[in-house]
């Protein structure tokens, strides 16, 4: 398969905040920027697959600041990363304000896509023709959070069949929850059964 550069499959989509776009305390809800997000990441994911692609999964989703009504906003998406039937889609969000002409960059996200052929199964996808730094830096960033991934749900995974509530429930003391009176005397008497 022949490298498909970067800029091949680069997508921009500016959406104007529309009044319907906005929750309860007037800012555009969070759900919809999440939308405009994944259809962004699919159409930069399927330009360079060259297939359709699916979303599964979402990295680095934080939004640092709130998006207002009337902001245009303007997600610019590149793929960063290739596997054999995967591929990362950067994402950088950034809302305008128009009038003023200020620029917040909201967030920026990572969309794992994978392509799929006519029989809905993973199929592979053109390798990535890196020509900046930027897309070598790119790469090797997704490279890495891929690796943290693994080992993060690995850790996870070992934690949480190792953990046992009656060796952990201490660590509940300092947080911000409280145990209903039933399910205290139900860890009591587990506690002191597997004495
Ligand atoms: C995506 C899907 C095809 C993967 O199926 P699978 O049986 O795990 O297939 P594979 O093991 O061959 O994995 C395919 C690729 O996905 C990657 N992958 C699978 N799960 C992943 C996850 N949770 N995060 C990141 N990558 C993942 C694999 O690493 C592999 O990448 P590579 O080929 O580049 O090495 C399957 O999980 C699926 O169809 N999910 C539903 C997707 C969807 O419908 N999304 C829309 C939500 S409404």
């Given at each position: 398969m022949i490298a498909k550069p970067?800029?091949?499959?680069r997508t921009t989509l500016t959406e104007l905040m529309i009044p319907?776009?906005?929750n309860f305390g007037g800012h555009v809800h969070g759900g919809i920027l999440l939308s405009l997000m994944d259809k962004v990441a699919y159409a930069c994911a399927t330009k360079h697959a060259g297939q359709y692609c699916v979303t599964v999964s979402v990295d680095g989703v934080n939004f640092r600041q709130p998006v207002d009504v009337g902001e245009l906003v303007s997600l610019m998406a590149s793929v960063n990363y290739v596997g054999r039937t995967s591929l990362v889609v950067g994402i950088k969000v950034i809302a305008e304000?128009?009038?003023?002409?200020t620029v917040k960059h909201t967030n920026t996200s990572y969309f794992t896509m994978v392509a799929k052929n006519d029989a809905d199964q993973p199929t592979e996808v053109p390798p990535l023709l890196l020509e900046a730094p930027d897309d070598v830096r790119r790469f090797l960033e997704a490279m890495k959070r891929k690796e943290l991934r693994t080992s993060f749900s690995q850790h996870f995974d070992n934690a949480r069949t190792q953990m046992l509530v009656k060796e952990n429930i201490g660590n509940l003391e300092k947080e911000r929850c409280a145990l209903s009176d039933n399910l205290n005397q139900h860890l009591l008497d587990l506690m002191s059964s597997s004495k």
């Open positions: 970067v800029n091949y499959s319907s776009y906005a304000n128009v009038k003023t002409g």
